[in-house]
């Protein structure tokens, strides 16, 4: 077997860190691959941080930099001002509707005085018919329940267990619309838009052929199915008036 000469030693020595370098030794400068991969990684990661942060600032009421902005949190804060009142309200019903009859006074007096705006009003008086029918109706339809065994039903005779009139639509939610359909009535009478000239005695008429006809078909589902829209409470009984006189001695 021939042995290489020194030109050939040379040469092989030249070529082998080229050959390391193509075999997973040392690769050239600048080509690292473990730098390539950090670099990438911090890129990803800036970029989903950067994402991040536009989706937060895109949010509605949000800056950019993911604080609530002046308008969301005023709004906010007004929100619950006003939903602190409602919640201190509610126990005063009378009240209430002391002050619902006042704006609707006040709102009458004001349709007199400007000799307008009639075709508001028989708006307002159709909305507050709704809920009032809405009001005086069970939750639960007992034309629905007839077949059907499920659920609570009302007490048809009187030795029955005592259950309570469940509306439709609850006391204090009825309050609320009225006062907030006379509310936007009122704000109405200040545009003259809506002021579209109407002959006012056949609204009149209209309303009240309404009024009968609905509460008259309101009576017969009330007397047909036999439930009264109030519950003053349960019935409590009492012994005689002895036994209580020989307890209490």
Known sequence: MATPGPVGCEAAARTRPSLLGARGGRPPAGLDPLQKEGSGKGESRTRVGASYRMSEGDSVGE????????VYRFFTRLGQIYQSWLDKSTPYTAVRWVVTL?????????????QGWYIVTYALGIYHLNLFIAFLSPKVDPSLM??????PSLPTKQNEEF???????????FWHAATKGILVAMVCTFFDAFNVPVFWPIL????????????KRQIKHMVKYRYIPFTHGKRRYRGKDDAGKAFAS
């Open 204 to 215: 009149v008429m209209y309303f009240i052929m309404l009024f009968c006809i609905t509460m």
């Open 146 to 151: 007839e077949d059907s065994d499920d659920g």
């Open 102 to 114: 006042g704006l609707s006074f006040v709102y009458m007096i004001r349709v007199y005085l400007l």
């Open 163 to 173: 259950r309570p009139f469940i509306r439709r639509l609850p006391e204090f939610k």
């Open 63 to 70: 800056s950019v930099h993911g604080k609530p902005s002046v």
